[in-house]
T-cell receptor, first 114, second 112 residues
Framework: GESVGLHLPTLSVQEGDNSIINCAYSNSASDYFIWYKQESGKGPQFIIDIRSNMDKRQGQRVTVLLNKTVKHLSLQIAATQPGDSAVYFCAENPFTGANSKLTFGKGITLSVRP | DGGITQSPKYLFRKEGQNVTLSCEQNLNHDAMYWYRQDPGQGLRLIYYSQIVNDFQKGDIAEGYSVSREKKESFPLTVTSAQKNPTAFYLC???????????FGPGTRLTVT
């Protein structure tokens, strides 16, 4: 299958443990952030998003934390499962108005050990 | 069943040939995007379109062309001018610029 994780940073976790995936974003003016999951050979899937007026948002087994002071975004996955193994991307919207569009990070590979 | 479709999943072409990648969406989204993905790199924006009959160059538009004649369709042509066309190509759409984008399954293009 397609391997999009070559040369990307890798986080290895034990099945059942919690995972924390971190992302540093570039623009202090960004007002919207998204986490995507991409399995090998597939397109990215939306996981969760957060706006800049929030510090934390929870979904099913996932939590996104936003620290605007240090321009840091994190994704926490509770009770990590083998199906969580994938490449995870953060994306930000650093532009406004007519130029508004997402900018994607390079991605982090999550590897879940059985 | 709503979503984005890309075809074909795998595409092989000889160097010097133009090739067109298909992208169709039935989400009624105004904005559509084409990205290129290479191993170890993030998504790089090739072209995007905010509305029918309008499109803008992204960060790596050289050697590519697009059209947006219908809201549902945003085909990408990889021309012979693209120096290194072998890559994984992803199409996406969104209801609004700068917001959540929905991705298709991708097309793996190999040029030899």
């Amino acid at each position: 299958g397609e391997s999009v994780g070559l040369h990307l940073p890798t986080l290895s976790v034990q099945e059942g443990d919690n995972s924390i995936i971190n992302c540093a974003y570039s623009n202090s003016a960004s007002d919207y952030f998204i986490w995507y999951k991409q399995e090998s050979g597939k397109g990215p899937q939306f996981i969760i998003d957060i706006r800049s007026n929030m510090d934390k948002r929870q979904g099913q087994r996932v939590t996104v934390l936003l620290n605007k002071t240090v321009k840091h975004l994190s994704l926490q996955i509770a009770a990590t499962q083998p199906g969580d193994s994938a490449v995870y991307f953060c994306a930000e919207n650093p532009f406004t108005g007519a130029n508004s569009k997402l900018t994607f990070g390079k991605g982090i590979t999550l590897s879940v050990r059985p | 069943d709503g979503g984005i479709t890309q075809s074909p999943k795998y595409l092989f072409r000889k160097e010097g040939q133009n090739v067109t990648l298909s992208c169709e969406q039935n989400l009624n989204h105004d904005a559509m995007y084409w990205y290129r993905q290479d191993p170890g790199q993030g998504l790089r924006l090739i072209y995007y379109s905010q509305i029918v009959n309008d499109f803008q160059k992204g960060d790596i538009a050289e050697g590519y062309s697009v059209s947006r004649e219908k809201k549902e369709s945003f085909p990408l042509t990889v021309t012979s001018a693209q120096k290194n066309p072998t890559a994984f190509y992803l199409c996406a759409s969104s209801a609004d610029r700068g917001r959540e984008q929905y991705f298709g399954p991708g097309t793996r293009l190999t040029v030899t």
